[in-house]
């Protein structure tokens, strides 16, 4: 940003270290749960009345920028960055979550260690310095890692493995609380809740919540994110303020959000900010993240909000799929085999292809049109597959889907998916990567229904660094279903890099 106003800088490390000192000497290492809780109050207790880190007394109408939950969503940030500079405020204050979801998480992290921000580390930002670095075991961090959905786990992953060291480190750098004075006011920014626990506060949270929050803070000013949500309150004289989603908006609304606070005299505003964020989701889509994650960005939405709105638009979708394939004459009852086949492989394998709700809807459509292409016959029926599923005007996706969709259905099959095949170049790379897990799930689903008796009732997988086995419960002699997935699941030992088993267990 242009023309930074010159604030003294304030002392932020003695201070910390003064604090870290105390809550070391009272929290004695690993105690249980419910006394690690009374220790970290009386840590919180004992450091209330360190002296906050002071900043030189703001001249009159000084101003800062609050922003938080960017969420390495660079093209939001830089749009508000620009916005709050036009209203000649540079001095920044962030409340953490530089990082998770988006697809720019360095880009995020540099541009805001050159505006030299104050900052706190988020609860995303921790999780990604939790990613264990390779070759080193940590039995502790696998378990915590465990309990994220796959999807979440993998882009956490991914995330670590596209910061920079430098960034990591200052990442790691970054504390929990950060305490600052500015116009005769105690200020403290934190991601969360200074309570412990994960409780958000919002709009919703009542006064007589936000009083005993403010006795615990022990500040005249308290600003935080994670809740995604704009929100600003004063109760007994003490200010609560959310300066919303900056990269990740959860009300509905898409634009990037931020606010300034006026210390002289004290005023808070908030903001928002339109911006292409159809970049942001191309990005997140080139990069292979989650299809979630750009729907969150388009529409400004949970991943929970989006994920169930999605559940209701796939009835309806699934209706008119299966109406579309009812009119080309497919088989229902082999086709719904192997979807429900490769809906039980995609959720057994999710720690491996780490992908979310949408993909999962792009697998179940393919799987059911996979084989209408043979109304033009068997030879080929694949590439026809491909062809209507483009051209057919009754399905309810737009051009991106019917070539994602299309593509996966036209390699259940045949050759492997290549960037020669037009349609498959035509998609962004970490679309291309998409349609390569789901066809190779599709391949070895339809392999196992290859005498269209059903014979294979239910999967489970185990899955080593070596090797991923398919244990199928089966009605009757498979062997022909056994082999032939065998063989069709060259496309799977290629994008998941280990060796494919399958075994039989026959069940009454």
Sequence with gaps: MKD???????????????RRKIQQSIIKPKPAKAEAKIKKAEAKKATANLPATELSQPAEHEAFLLIGDVHANLPALEAVLEDASNRGVSTIWNVGDLTGYGAFPDEVVRRLRKEDTQSVVGNYDLKVLKVKEKGKENKEEEAVEKKEPPEDRNAIKWTYDNLSKKSRKYLKSLPEELRLEAGGKRTLLTHRSPSPGDKQIGPETPDESLRELA???????????????????????????????????????????????????????????????????????????????????????????????????????????????????????????????????????????????????????????????????????????LRIILAEPHLPFDERERNIVGSIARYHRKKLPNKGHPNFAALQRGERQKVKALSAILRVADGLDFTQQSLVKDITCEVSPEQVIVNCAVSGEAETEKERAMKKGDLFEKVFNRDLAISLDLVS
Excluded at 4 to 18: D, N
């Design 4 to 18: 930074r106003k010159k604030v003294g800088t304030p002392t932020v490390s003695s201070w910390w270290e003064e």
């Design 215 to 385: 006795h615990l803070a022990d500040a005249d000013v308290i600003i935080f994110g994670h809740s995604h949500i704009p929100f600003s309150r004063q109760v007994d004289g003490v200010w609560f303020i959310n300066p919303g989603g900056t990269g990740r908006q959860d009300d509905g609304d898409p634009r990037a959000s931020y606010a300034i606070l006026q210390v002289n005299p004290f005023e808070v505003n908030h903001y928002h900010v339109a911006y292409d964020a159809s970049i942001a989701a191309a990005a997140i889509r080139k990069n292979g993240l989650p299809e979630i994650f750009a729907q969150m960005i388009l529409q400004g939405r949970s991943p929970d909000a989006v994920a169930q709105e999605l559940s209701k638009k796939n009835e309806s979708r699934l209706e008119e799929v299966r109406k579309t394939a009812r009119s080309f004459g497919y088989s229902d009852g082999h086709s719904s085999q192997v979807t429900r086949l490769a809906m039980r492989l995609f959720d057994e394998l999710g720690g491996l292809h780490g992908l979310g709700a949408v993909e999962r809807f792009w697998l179940q459509y393919a799987g059911i049109l996979h084989d209408i292409g043979w109304v033009e016959g068997q030879k080929g029926h694949h590439k026809a597959s």
